[in-house]
């Protein structure tokens, strides 16, 4: 157990619906990051957070976004939902002057039908 | 544009046997390579990584080799065990950019009997 939860496990959803996943990193840990995996795209990075301020953006759409809550969980939104999206989402965290150590949470699966 | 290519897509070992995943960068600003492994259903977990520093690092059954001037790492598995069977992403950290990584499409490794 890496110690990061993300719920929920499984979302299935339709089209043009949004939905938010949540994610609670390791306790004391102050960064978290966003990416998303889908078999065509492999892990991409997404979005990273530190101590609540956005520190670093990836390939991230516009109808996506997130947020570091001053408890340290994060939050990613994803809106206008398409076929597309349908994909393993994943949150880590990391120690704050170590993030080259990411521990992932186990993931929300994504389904949009 | 994928700046991290892996190689193979898929592995068949026997049991004993070295599994060996390359993977090779293009962009020369990488300064961290992680290996992450990953089970079903479970987010990837840090295995094993290596700066550009050094040529070699191993831990246990795990090496990482380097070849800077080729812009090339692989990892090698030695004494290949059923328990390995998982997807393994090589990835890569670009310097000045916090802790974004960029991974490899990923290998899935089968180890037989």
């Known amino acids: 157990d890496s110690g990061v939860t993300q719920t929920p496990k499984h979302l299935i959803t339709a089209t043009g619906q949004r939905v938010t996943l949540r994610c609670s990193p390791r306790s004391g840990d102050l960064s978290v990051y966003w990416y998303q995996q889908s078999l065509d795209q492999g892990l991409q990075f997404l979005i990273q957070?530190?101590?609540?301020?956005?520190?670093a953006k990836g390939n991230i759409l516009e109808r996506f976004s997130a947020q570091q809550f001053p408890d340290l969980h994060s939050e990613l939104n994803l809106s206008s939902l398409e076929l597309g999206d349908s994909a393993l989402y994943f949150c880590a965290s990391s120690v704050a002057g170590r993030g080259n150590i990411q521990y992932f949470g186990a993931g929300t699966r994504l389904s949009v039908l | 544009q994928q700046q991290v290519k892996q190689s193979p897509q898929s592995l068949i070992v026997q049991k004993g046997g070295i599994s060996i995943i390359n993977c090779a960068y293009e962009n020369t600003a990488f300064d961290y390579f992680p290996w992450y492994q990953q089970f079903p259903g479970k987010g990837p977990a840090l295995l094993i990584a290596?700066?550009?520093?050094?040529s070699e690092k191993k831990e246990g059954r795990f090496t990482i080799s380097f070849n800077k001037s080729a812009k090339q790492f692989s990892l090698h598995i030695m004494d290949s065990q059923p328990g390995d069977s998982a997807t393994y992403f090589c990835?890569?950290?670009?310097?000045?950019?916090?802790?974004?990584?960029?991974f490899g499409t990923g290998t899935r490794l089968q180890v037989t009997l």
């Open positions: 957070y530190y101590n609540g301020e956005e520190r």
């Open positions: 290596i700066r550009p520093d050094v």
């Open positions: 990835a890569a950290r670009v310097t000045g950019t916090a802790s974004k990584l960029t």
